[in-house]
């Protein structure tokens, strides 16, 4: 009897080959995933609560952690009026310059730190302040105006202290978009028609 004849062997096709590479990635990836879940991956999270958030490139000071400050010559809190006899909205003015070319995350952070500064300013020296607790529980409500020059902030200043005011100006710490020292943003806190006429001739941002 004759020995068989061996056949020629057939190379796999290109569906074999992707069949086969589809089966493999998915083998891994499932082994991959079990292996995360059970934490044998250690992955370094840069935000708390295993969040991976980018940060906006225009979002510079949640990036560089600024630490602006106040200005040195904003008053002692002798010069808060106790406006015993005011009962009307207390509200806060965010003065904004518009001159140093700030992004509009720029011009957040600073009014953030204006805002906060005016908060603690009470804190420190009227903590039983009427005009705070007021401001507090009305909502504590805000508004942004703009102005167009260091020199024009100051006055602003010194107008809203002279009238008895909560009156903070922020100075950059210079690490990203402007120049150190730079003084970006004025807050104002009193009640609204006092407020009003100190800053009520400025335009809203």
């Known amino acids: 009897m004759a020995a068989p004849v061996p056949l020629d062997r057939v190379p796999p096709t ?9 089966i493999i990635a ?7 995933g079990q292996g995360a879940s ?3 991956f250690h992955e370094k999270k840069s935000w708390p609560n295993n969040y991976d958030v980018k940060v906006h490139r225009d979002s510079s000071d949640e990036a560089e952690e600024e630490s602006e400050e106040e200005s040195e010559d904003e008053g002692n809190g002798e010069e808060l009026a106790k406006f015993k006899d005011n009962t009307e909205e207390v509200k806060l003015v965010l003065v904004i310059r ?22 603690k300013y009470f804190q420190s020296h009227q903590p ?11 909502g504590q ?14 006055l602003l200043q010194a107008q809203a202290m002279s009238m008895g005011l909560c009156a903070r100006v922020i100075q950059d710490a210079g690490r990203t978009q402007i120049a150190a020292g730079s ?7 009193g009640p609204k028609s006092v407020v009003d006429s100190v800053t009520g001739h400025l335009k809203l941002l």
Request: aromatic residues 6%.
């Open 128 to 138: 039983d302040s009427p005009i705070l607790s007021r401001w507090e529980r009305g």
């Open 98 to 119: 518009t001159d140093l070319g700030m992004t509009k995350g720029k011009m957040a952070a600073q009014a953030s730190h204006a805002t906060l500064a005016c908060y």
């Open 14 to 22: 290109t569906a074999a080959y992707v069949v086969a590479t589809a």
């Open 183 to 189: 003084r970006t943003v004025l807050g104002v806190l």
């Open 141 to 154: 409500a805000k508004i942004a105006l703009q102005i167009k020059s260091e020199d024009d902030m100051i």
């Open 26 to 32: 998915g083998v891994t990836g499932y082994f991959i």
């Open 38 to 40: 059970l934490g044998l």
